[in-house]
C-alpha cells in the first residue's frame, strides 16, 4: 500500500500527518518506508533530529521519478508513505502515479478550500492514467469547539472528493513531539492528538481496502 500526503499549499500539517500516520502503522507490526518527496526535506529534519530507535525507514526522493524509483526502494515494506512537496508539480503527479491512495490535508480556512482546486485538478488528470486511484481529504488543525471544522467539510463538499470522517485537532503537543524528533505517542502518549491520528489511520486503512 502507497499513501500520499499531498497539498499545493504549503503549511497544512503533511509532514506531521505522515510521521504520525507511519508511527501508528509502524506500532502495528507493519514495515513502513517514509519517502520524503519535499525538497525542504523536513520528514529527513525529523529523523536526523531523533535520538531514540528509529520506528521506521526514512528515504528522501525529491524527484519527478518517484513513481518509476520507488518499486525497487519500496521492496521488503508493507506500506510507504509520502510526503509530499507544496509548489512542485511534476513531483507531485509522480507522487501522485505511484500512489494508490492521495491524502489532501486541508486546514478550517477559505484559503485551503480554494487552494484545493489544485491538487484536484492534478488528481482528475493523472485518474485517466490510473482509474484505480483513490483519494480523500483530511482536515488537519480543527480548531476544538468550533464550527469550522464542519463548516470546511460543507465547503469541500463542492469537490468530487470525499472527506474523511477523521479530524486532526489543532494540537501543540504535536509540534513539540517534531521538534524532538518523536511522535505524539511517545511524547504524551495518552493525549487526544494521538486518539483521532488511530483514527485516522482506522480509515485510512478501510478505503485502502
Known sequence: MIVSFLNQ?????????????????A???????????DPQGSALDWAAARTGEPLFSVAGLPRASIHKELPALAQGYDVVIIDGPPRVYDVARSAIMASDLVLIPVQPSPYDVWAAKEIVDLMNEASVFKPTLKS?????????????????????????????????????????????????????????????????????LEMAA
Open 9 to 25: 499549499k504549503g503549511g497544512v500539517g503533511k509532514t506531521t500527518l505522515a510521521i504520525n500516520v507511519a508511527a501508528v502503522l
Open 27 to 37: 506500532r502495528h507490526k507493519h514495515r513502513v518506508l517514509l519517502v520524503d518527496a
Open 136 to 204: 480523500a481529504f483530511a482536515i488537519n488543525r480543527k480548531i476544538v469547539n468550533t464550527a469550522l471544522g464542519r463548516d470546511v467539510v460543507d465547503a469541500l463538499s463542492d469537490y468530487p472528493i470525499p472527506v474523511l470522517k477523521a479530524a486532526i485537532c489543532q494540537r501543540v503537543v504535536l509540534a513539540e513531539s517534531a521538534a524532538m524528533g518523536q511522535t505524539v505517542f511517545e511524547t504524551a502518549p495518552n493525549h487526544p492528538a494521538g486518539k483521532e491520528v488511530v483514527c485516522l489511520v482506522r480509515e485510512i
